[in-house]
């Protein structure tokens, strides 16, 4: 049994409902910043009002505070797509069969990537697009945020370097920071910096161009699934190859699962941060770029105008009757359940 220490408590529901923790965020956003163009990076710089070198990193997490007002509330299904799948043996996705009427990941993208390119909307909502956007090209690299098993693992109970918790927070948070070090900017910066350094120079630089294939603004439901997919498949070969009871069972995930799966929650990060780049960079050069030349039109004969890349159309699925899983995160409160971390396990 495990016995609660309060104090750990109060500090466990400050941390709430953070998915992919503050520093995963903060991590993938900063690697973002390293790979984006100038001019895009000068086009966010902008609409968020800050010319910071943390511009993209200190808004990773806005998402998660803002899903937890009563104004944000609507947002709290855009985290995940729950793939009502059969880990370990059976992993996939399925947009018209995972994504509810009240919206997922995928069509949260497809929303928001419309949305921060519309002038018309003002700068304020398409600044919270860009948060968004930020936010979620993060969430959907987390496998347990593309899986309905367990309200994304939220349900299955685990001990963690001797605290009584749950598999996603895990994932989320506790191993990211048993690697990197606790959320802090600074920690966040340094590891983006060796992800960067991989992209570019090592391990991961084969692997690169691989994440971005088929990224396409104008297709961002087809792109979104694309993203899901792969790390809905990672659930069953890497987050519960033997099954959820083989990792309930387990007296501690540290250090052999922690160990065997530190290298997918890196691999993640660079890959969302990659992304993320990419596709700032084709909605500033597809869309915003080329409006500003329109805008300019009639002031320099020299411009020539060129045609913004289409609206992108895309829909959500239609609207049918919520199943057991769909209603189990409903129940849940649309909530990573981090609270669930109780103090020091003494059941030994
Ligand atoms: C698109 O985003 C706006 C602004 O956040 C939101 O009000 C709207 O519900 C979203 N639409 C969908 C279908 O998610
Ligand atoms: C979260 O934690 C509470 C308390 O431990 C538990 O009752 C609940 O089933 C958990 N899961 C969700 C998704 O809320």
């Not at 969430?139 to 605290?163: C, F, K, M, R, S």
């Amino acid at each position: 049994m495990a016995s609660r220490v309060p104090l750990l408590l109060i500090f466990a529901n400050l941390q709430g409902a953070l998915c992919w923790g503050e520093l995963g965020h903060a991590t993938i956003a900063y690697v973002a910043q390293n790979f984006v163009s100038t001019s895009t990076a000068a086009w966010a710089q902008d609409l968020l009002d800050d010319t910071s070198t943390s511009y993209l990193a200190s808004i990773a997490s806005w998402a998660d505070s803002y899903r937890e007002t009563t104004a944000g509330a609507f947002s709290a299904p855009f985290h995940y797509i729950d793939a009502e799948d059969d880990p370990p043996s059976d992993c996939n996705v399925d947009y018209d069969r995972d994504c509810t009427d009240a919206g997922c990941s995928i069509s949260a993208i497809a929303n928001y990537t419309t949305r921060v390119s519309d002038t018309s909307l003002g700068t304020e909502q398409q600044a919270e697009a860009l948060k968004f956007l930020v936010h979620f090209l993060g969430d959907i690299t987390q496998p347990l945020h593309d899986e309905a098993y367990e309200v994304g693992g939220n349900d299955i109970d685990v001990t963690y370097q001797g605290y009584s918790d749950n598999l996603h927070s895990d994932w989320d948070t506790y191993m990211p920071e048993s690697y990197a070090g606790d959320y802090s900017l600074t920690n966040a910066k340094a590891w983006a910096k060796t992800l960067t350094t991989a992209i570019n120079s090592g391990s991961y630089k084969s692997l690169a161009a691989s994440w971005i294939k088929g990224a396409d603004i104008t297709d961002p439901i087809t792109s979104a699934m694309t993203w899901a997919v792969d790390a809905n498949a990672l659930v069953c070969t890497v987050v519960m190859p033997d099954g959820a009871a083989a990792l309930s069972d387990a007296d501690d995930l540290y250090p052999t699962y922690y160990d065997s799966v530190i290298p997918t929650i890196e691999l993640q990060l660079a890959k969302a941060g990659y992304r993320l780049a990419n596709w700032l960079d084709a909605i500033y050069t597809d869309t915003v770029a080329k409006r500003g030349l329109e805008g300019t039109e009639g002031e320099g004969s020299a411009v020539v105008k060129r045609e913004a890349a289409a609206p992108q159309s895309w829909a959500l699925p239609a609207s049918k009757p919520l199943t057991r899983a769909q209603m189990a995160r409903a129940e849940s409160g649309y909530k990573c359940n981090h609270s669930k971390r109780g103090g020091h396990s003494h059941s030994h």
